[in-house]
């Protein structure tokens, strides 16, 4: 008897399915073939808190947000690719305020181009991801896109990631939505990205961080 149940385990064990191996973020995630151009806006933000974002996108070079129709942030990248310049434009103060990455990466903010320009954290420690499907209560997307789980820890993500823009239409932990694209277009004006800060107080950040 002891050796029936010792052969029933065993054959269960074989018989039961493997989990799939996570797939990696950067492949699924992936910004190749993406719009040159892009300018989309987006809802983000849980209960009251829901604050509404546009982007423009010109490549990989330079890309404005704009939060709430009040604060502008700039983005330009450096000849080498990686580093980029902030500038911050805030409406209400009139400010304007210039950050490099290195300095924003002293102050504790590693916020990446990829992040600015697609509203998606590359996870920072394990992560398992793979495909998923659509949580209960979570809002029609606004286009065709395909569903993912990223679980991080205790923590898992619903991604609803559009092929055709390399963008997340919807981004939901649970039921409601905490980033939901509404609309999307491939044209960008170059008057895009044109500061406005005629009478605004400049500051440079970087002089105050950068070590003497």
């Given at each position: 008897m002891r050796l029936y149940l010792l052969l029933a385990a065993v054959a269960l064990t074989a018989a039961a399915p493997h989990p799939a191996p996570s797939q990696k973020f950067e492949t699924v995630f992936a910004t190749g073939g993406e719009p040159a151009m892009l300018h989309f806006h987006t809802d983000y933000g849980t209960g009251l808190a829901v604050h509404h974002l546009e982007v423009w996108r010109d490549r990989d070079k330079q890309l404005k947000r704009v939060t709430d129709?009040?604060?502008e942030t700039y983005v330009a990248h450096a000849a080498d690719g990686i580093d980029f310049r902030?500038?911050?434009?805030?409406?209400?103060k009139r400010i304007v305020t210039?950050?490099?990455r290195a300095n924003l990466y002293r102050l504790g903010n590693f916020t990446d181009w990829f992040d600015l320009g697609h509203g998606l954290r590359h996870p920072k420690g394990a992560y398992m991801l793979g495909p998923g499907k659509a949580p209960a209560g979570a809002p029609k997307p606004f286009a065709a896109c395909r569903w993912y789980d990223l679980v991080e820890g205790q923590r898992t993500t619903r991604i609803c990631w559009s092929t055709e823009y390399h963008l997340p239409l919807v981004i939901a932990p649970g039921g409601g939505a905490i980033w939901r694209v509404t609309s999307i277009d491939t044209v960008v004006p170059k008057t895009a990205f044109r500061i406005v800060d005629k009478g605004y107080v400049r500051m440079n950040a970087n002089r105050d961080i950068e070590p003497d």
């Open positions: 129709g009040l604060v902030m500038i911050i434009v805030d409406n209400r210039t950050i490099d």
